[in-house]
C-alpha cells in the first residue's frame, strides 16, 4: 500500500494547568473548592486583547478541515482553574479571528467517564478526521487511548463527535506505567502501518512509545519505544514530525527520506519546561537517532524559553505551513484566577522551520497577525549611549507589536562569559547580570509595559559575551520588575540565541498584549514568552522604551511598533447547520 497523499495535520493538545509538583503520577492538581465556582464578573485588567482565550473559566490547544481551522482546548465550563474538563471547539478563516461552538467531547462513556484528557487529529487520506485521545477510566487514574469520529462529514464546522464503542484502542500492558500514559501524537504513515506516539515514563526514564496499525482500531506496541532518556521523568504531550532541510514549507507528518530531518519534542513534567532535539527517524528499525552533539534533555533546546507548555505543531495543507501553539498558564495564585474570572491563554501561532544551519527550529507569528496591525510609528538611527531610554510614543503600549533591529560598532567591549556560566541555565545568567547592571556591549533591548517612573517594567533585552572561541548572545525576558503586585510568579527568563555577529546586528520582535509578552530573538533563533501582571502600567498608563546599559552605543537601526486592534474572539456561532463557512 502506497504512503498516503494529501495527509493533513492538525494537532490538538492537553494543556495541564499546574503550580506545583507534588509527586502525583498525573500533574493535573485539582481544587474542588474552586473548580465549580460560577463567574458572574470577568476582571479585564490583565486579560489579553488579540491572543486566543476564551469569555471566562479556564482553558486549556489545532486541524485544517474544509476551509476551516480547528481549535480544540481543554476548558472548564463552570470555573477558572482545572477540572471538569471538556474539549471547547473554536473555529477560524485566518487563525487569527475565532467562533465557538459547541464542546466537541466530554466525559459520557465508560472509557472516559472521569477525564478526556488531551491528544491529536489526523485528517485521512480520504479527507476524514479522527481524533485520538486519553481517556481517564476510573477512580485510579487509568489513562487509555480512545478515538472520536465525526457525525456529519458534510458539516465543515465538525460539531458532532461520536466516540464508538469499540474504544477504547489502546490499553496499556504490564510493562506500561498505566497512571503515566497519555497525550497520543498526530497519526504518520511507513510502510503500511499508521504510527501514534504516547508520553510516559517508567521510573525517571522519559519515554514516547510507538504503537503501529493498519487500520487505525487496533494498536500494537512496538519491541522498543521509539525514544527514551534516563533522568528526565514523565514526557507529556510529544511531537514527532519531519522538517525540510531546505527552504521554510511545512511537511506533511508521513514524509520522510533525503533532505528530511525530524524533530521530537516532549514536555517535562518535573520541570514544567518543554525540549526538542533534531535527528534521524528509520522506519525500518522503529527508532529515532538525535544528531550528534545535541542536548537530550532538560538542557537541550527549547521551542520557548520562557511560560510554555504542553505545545503542538500541525501542518496547514492550504499554505504548505508547520504552525505551532502552546499554552500559557497563569504565574499568579489560584485564587486570584477565580477573583478574575479566566485563566490561560494560547501564543500568538507561529511558523516553524529549519533553520538553514540545521541545528535548529527557526519559529516566527503567523503572517495572519498583521492584519490586526493599526497605528504605526518608527524610529531611525536613533543613538543610545549608556544609560539612555527613548519612549516609543503614540501607540498603545499595552497591547502592541515591535519589531526593531539593533546595530554596535564593535564587538570589543564584549564581556568575558564566565566558565562557571557554561553549567547554569540561560536563565540563571540573566538572574546574575539583569537589566540594570551596566556591562561592555549590553544589556539593551525594550523595556515593556513600563510605568512612566518605571516603577515596574518588563525588560527584554541582549547581552553580548565574549567567550574562548566565539561570541555568545543571551536573550532576557526579566520579569522581576514586571509588578508591584504580591503572590506573583516573576522569574528571569532567558536563552542563548545562536546567531552570527559579522553584521553586528541583532533584531527583536515583541508581542506585547496586557500580561504577556512573546520575544522573538534574531529572526526566531530564540523565542520567550512571559506572563506579567502590573498594577500600574496597565491601559493608557503602560509605556514602550528602547533602552541601553552598556558602555558601547547602540544605535536602533529601525523600529516599528503597531498599536493592535482587537480579533473577533470566540463569538457564538448559531444554529446554521451545515451550510459553508461564511466569507464576511
Not at 504513515?189 to 496499525?213: K, P
Amino acid at each position: 500500500m502506497a504512503m498516503p497523499n494529501t495527509l493533513s495535520v492538525l494537532a490538538l493538545f492537553a494543556l495541564f494547568f499546574v503550580l506545583s509538583n507534588n509527586g502525583a503520577e498525573a500533574s493535573h492538581k485539582i481544587y474542588p473548592q474552586f473548580q465549580t465556582l460560577s463567574v458572574e464578573n470577568v476582571n479585564q485588567v490583565h486579560r489579553t486583547g488579540y491572543h486566543f482565550q476564551p469569555p471566562r473559566n479556564w482553558i486549556n490547544a489545532p486541524m485544517y478541515y474544509k476551509g476551516l481551522y480547528h481549535l480544540f482546548y481543554q476548558y472548564n465550563p463552570k470555573g477558572a482553574v482545572w477540572g471538569n474538563i471538556v474539549w471547547a471547539h473554536s473555529v477560524s478563516k485566518d487563525l487569527i479571528n475565532w467562533e465557538s461552538l459547541e464542546p466537541a467531547l466530554y466525559p459520557s462513556k465508560w472509557f472516559d467517564n472521569y477525564g478526556c484528557w488531551s491528544g491529536s487529529a489526523t485528517i485521512l487520506p480520504n479527507g476524514e478526521p479522527v481524533i485520538f485521545y486519553t481517556g481517564i477510566a476510573d477512580k485510579n487514574n487509568s489513562q487509555i487511548q480512545n478515538y472520536a469520529v465525526p457525525a456529519n462529514l458534510s458539516d465543515p464546522y465538525l460539531r458532532e463527535w461520536v466516540k464508538p464503542d469499540d474504544n477504547p484502542i489502546v490499553n496499556p500492558d504490564v510493562s506500561v506505567n498505566g497512571s503515566a500514559f497519555r497525550d497520543p501524537t498526530t497519526a504518520w504513515w511507513a510502510d503500511g502501518h499508521w504510527r501514534i506516539l504516547i508520553g510516559s515514563r517508567r521510573n525517571h526514564v522519559g519515554v514516547a512509545y510507538l504503537y503501529r496499525s493498519r487500520d487505525l482500531k487496533k494498536w500494537a506496541k512496538t519491541k522498543y519505544p521509539l525514544h527514551s532518556v534516563q533522568g528526565t521523568g514523565m514526557w507529556e504531550c510529544p511531537d514527532f514530525f519531519p522538517v525540510s532541510s531546505f527552504g521554510e514549507n511545512g511537511l506533511d507528518p508521513s514524509v520522510n527520506g533525503q533532505n528530511v530531518k525530524h524533530a521530537l519534542k516532549v514536555s517535562l513534567d518535573l520541570t514544567r519546561y518543554e525540549y526538542y532535539t533534531l535527528g534521524t527517524y528509520d522506519n525500518k528499525k522503529e527508532k529515532y537517532f538525535p544528531d550528534e552533539g545535541l542536548v537530550d534533555g532538560w538542557a537541550g533546546l527549547r521551542l520557548d524559553y520562557g511560560n510554555f507548555y504542553a505545545s503542538k505543531t500541525f501542518f496547514d495543507p492550504s499554505t504548505n505551513r508547520r504552525i505551532l501553539w502552546g499554552w500559557a498558564n497563569e504565574s499568579d495564585a489560584v485564587q486570584q484566577d477565580t477573583n478574575k474570572g479566566w485563566a490561560g491563554i494560547l501564543s500568538i501561532p507561529r511558523k516553524v522551520w529549519l533553520d538553514p544551519s540545521g541545528k535548529q527550529l527557526l519559529q516566527w507569528p503567523v503572517v495572519e497577525l498583521e492584519k490586526l496591525r493599526g497605528h504605526n510609528v518608527q524610529l531611525s538611527n536613533q543613538k543610545l549611549n549608556q544609560g539612555y531610554q527613548v519612549e516609543v510614543k503614540g501607540i498603545t503600549a499595552a497591547q502592541a507589536d515591535v519589531d526593531v533591529t539593533f546595530s554596535f560598532p564593535s564587538l570589543d567591549k564584549a564581556e568575558p562569559f564566565d566558565p562557571k556560566w557554561a553549567k547554569l541555565d540561560a536563565l540563571d545568567v540573566c538572574a546574575q547580570k539583569g537589566s540594570k547592571a551596566p556591562s561592555g556591549l549590553g544589556p539593551f533591548g525594550l523595556l515593556t509595559l513600563a510605568s512612566k517612573n518605571l516603577e515596574e517594567f518588563t525588560p527584554v533585552f541582549f547581552k553580548v559575551f565574549k567567550a574562548v572561541d566565539k561570541h555568545k548572545v543571551l536573550l532576557c525576558s526579566d520579569a522581576r520588575s514586571s509588578s508591584l503586585g504580591e503572590g506573583l510568579y516573576k522569574p528571569s527568563f532567558a536563552g542563548f540565541v545562536d546567531v552570527d555577529l559579522t553584521d553586528k546586528k541583532l533584531s527583536l520582535r515583541s508581542l506585547i498584549d496586557h500580561s504577556v509578552v512573546e520575544s522573538f530573538g534574531a529572526g526566531g533563533r530564540t523565542a520567550i514568552t512571559s506572563r506579567v501582571y502590573p498594577t500600574i502600567a496597565v491601559f493608557e498608563k503602560a509605556h514602550l522604551y528602547v533602552f541601553n546599559n552598556g558602555s558601547e552605543t547602540i544605535t536602533v537601526e529601525n523600529l516599528n511598533a503597531w498599536s493592535m486592534n482587537l480579533p473577533v474572539m470566540n463569538v457564538p456561532i448559531k444554529n446554521r447547520g451545515g451550510e459553508s463557512p461564511r466569507n464576511e
